[in-house]
């Protein structure tokens, strides 16, 4: 099973280690982090990525949402979750902006999150799936003929077609990671090409 990494930060320990609780007690594959305020996460931050990030919104020297636009700087596909015990329509504006996942409500429902925590862990399963696929795709790419490099590529590009819904996210996130694996192979492995053009002209054409 692979294991994520999560960071918990609250200014209050018994929702710290109340969230660090449910994890375990569902058995959610998470290796887990906590701070007790946004510029003690922020320095976590700094140092290392996180997969998912729970944030309360309140706290002082840094608040939650400061926390999450710094986040999104340093790692634009960290999973950012933020809680509170408000219910306020300008927070969940300023929160969008920022593409938080979701929104815990203050007291926790067990069941909310439960849901919650599912469905971050397909999201990750997901992207983890995906980048292994990219990765055993540039390892044949690395040692295949220039007609079967030229074919892997076409195969790359055409499973992302189904999903370039411009109105959706992640098939816009998708459609990127696709131009940035062609990218990598590009700088990577040009010279073991050995082809006048890094990328096929069909190929150049359909970016």
């Known amino acids: ?23 375990q007690q569902n058995a959610f594959p ?3 982090q906590k701070a007790c305020n946004g510029q003690e996460a922020y320095e976590f931050l700094r140092s290392r990525s996180f997969d998912v990030l ?16 710094k986040a999104r700087d340093l790692y634009p596909d960290t999973i950012i979750l933020v809680s509170s015990a408000y219910d306020d329509f ?11 996942e979701d929104y815990i409500l ?9 849901r919650i925590m599912t469905h971050v862990i397909t999201l990750l399963d997901e992207r983890s799936k995906k980048l292994e696929k990219h990765k ?22 055409e499973e992302g077609q ?6 959706n996210p992640d098939a816009i996130s998708d459609k990127k990671a696709i131009a940035d694996a062609v990218a990598f192979i590009e700088n990577n492995y040009q010279k073991d090409i050995g082809l006048e053009c890094p990328l096929p002209e069909v190929v150049q054409k359909r970016l």
């Open 1 to 23: 099973m692979v294991m994520y990494h999560i960071l918990i930060v609250d200014d209050e320990s018994t929702e710290r280690d109340g969230i660090e609780f449910l994890i």
């Open 30 to 32: 998470f290796q887990i």
């Open 54 to 69: 729970i944030t309360d919104i309140k706290m002082p020297f840094m608040d939650g949402l400061e926390l999450s636009e």
């Open 90 to 100: 300008a927070f969940m504006r300023k929160a969008i902006k920022v593409k938080v």
């Open 106 to 114: 203050k007291p926790v429902i067990v069941s909310d999150f439960v």
């Open 136 to 157: 055993e795709m540039m390892e044949k790419y690395k040692d295949a003929t220039p007609f079967q490099k030229e074919k892997l590529i076409l195969k790359l590009l």
């Open 162 to 167: 189904g999903t370039e819904d411009s109105e």
